[in-house]
Nanobody
């Protein structure tokens, strides 16, 4: 079975840093897009950053310059390095992955359960 699992969330003070990780588990051939989204109370879910299989990276306008997305050569894991965190960065961060399952002829989209990030003093 395929699972997308996030980790690294927690409580951090304003101005602090945090690293989130996303891992794809299961029998897959490749990932196409790996992305981080954030859901804050009363706010539409926001694309934070995405990493394409060709190496292309894009960031949401609210985080560019503070957050960095990266992957590894396996194309099955991804990190989000966050710095200079502000209280309004608080929310549930979820990993979204477009991938090809082993033996499949088309791609499938998977969501992780999300990891809570709370920025507060």
């Amino acid at each position: 079975q395929v699972q997308v699992v996030e980790s690294g969330g927690g409580l951090v003070q304003p101005g602090g840093s945090l690293r989130l990780s996303c891992e794809v588990r299961g029998d897959i051939t490749s990932t196409i897009i790996m992305a981080w989204y954030r859901q804050a109370p009363g706010i539409q879910r926001e694309l934070i950053a995405e990493l394409h299989q060709n190496g292309h990276i894009s960031y949401g306008g609210t985080v560019e310059g503070r957050f960095t997305i990266s992957g590894d050569t396996t194309r099955k894991s991804m990190n989000l390095d966050m710095k200079n965190l502000e209280t309004w960065d608080t929310g549930v961060y979820s990993c979204n992955v477009h991938l090809i399952r082993k033996g499949a002829r088309s791609r499938t989209t998977y969501w992780g359960q999300g990891t809570q990030v709370t920025v507060a003093s």
